[in-house]
């Protein structure tokens, strides 16, 4: 098995999902009760809500070459928003990062759909760390919700998932937003927040969800048991 470095703590419930969920399909393939090597960076989730972006690129970059430096063959950062990095680092660190967009791409190609919903906290949906990866990688279109229900999901996500906090009000809002994004032509959505998958595991809906955390964690199994 190979080595990963996960890059956590954005928010810390969601990295947890993500060693457990790891583990599980690593131990799923192979049979054992043996548990896979990682090597695992939490940071204080304030790098990320302070936005100030060439701070958040610089100790993203710390962080990977000391994931490197400990053995890590390849790194997942274990959060859709802080991807906005990505640009920033491939050239800098020697070994492979799992983009969280292409594993979504995996699997909506599994699917055969190519024009997506997405949802998450406003960086998430407006910014460059997903879509245009989507697009430009993969040929894969993406809607988000229109101006005032993005700033909602925003706080949702910031004041309540993130701190691990799940309400009905909360569920009943995303329900909508998810609606309304299949309404508008959605072949599917994606569940652009890591908490996502927590909030909403039981809610009623015939249509495609393509949850990252998941997805991602999938793609970082696969990765840990393919040696070639």
């Not at 990295?15 to 799923?28: D, F, G, M, S």
């Not at 991807?83 to 967009?101: G, Q, T």
């Not at 997405?118 to 101006?147: A, C, E, F, Q, V």
């Not at 937003?177 to 996502?196: K, S």
């Amino acid at each position: 098995m190979r080595t990963l470095g996960l890059i956590g703590g954005t928010s810390w419930h969601s990295t947890v999902v993500y060693y457990r969920l790891i583990n599980e399909l690593v131990a799923e393939e192979l049979g054992t009760s043996g548990n896979p090597p990682m090597v695992i960076h939490s940071l204080n989730i304030e790098l990320m809500r302070r936005g100030n972006r060439s701070e958040i690129q610089k100790r993203y970059l710390e962080v990977g070459q000391d994931l490197n430096r400990s053995g890590a063959e390849a790194i997942i950062i274990c959060a859709n928003t802080p991807h906005l990095v990505y640009p920033y680092l491939r050239d800098k660190i020697s070994i492979p990062i799992l983009h969280i967009a292409d594993a979504t791409a995996q699997e909506a190609n599994r699917l055969g759909i190519k024009h997506l919903g997405l949802i998450g906290n406003k960086p998430t949906m407006t910014g460059d760390s997903i879509r245009p990866h989507l697009l430009d990688r993969h040929d894969i279109s993406t809607i988000i919700p229109d101006n005032f229900a993005i700033d909602r999901a925003h706080y949702f996500v910031s004041n309540e998932l993130t701190q691990g906090r799940f309400t009905e009000e909360a569920k009943a809002f995303f329900l909508e937003q998810i609606e309304n994004l299949t309404a508008r032509g959605a072949e599917g959505i994606i569940l652009g927040c890591t908490e996502l998958p927590m909030l909403l595991d039981s809610i009623n809906f015939s249509g495609n969800l393509l949850p990252t955390t998941s997805l991602h964690a999938k793609l970082a199994a696969d990765f840990i048991i393919n040696n070639n």
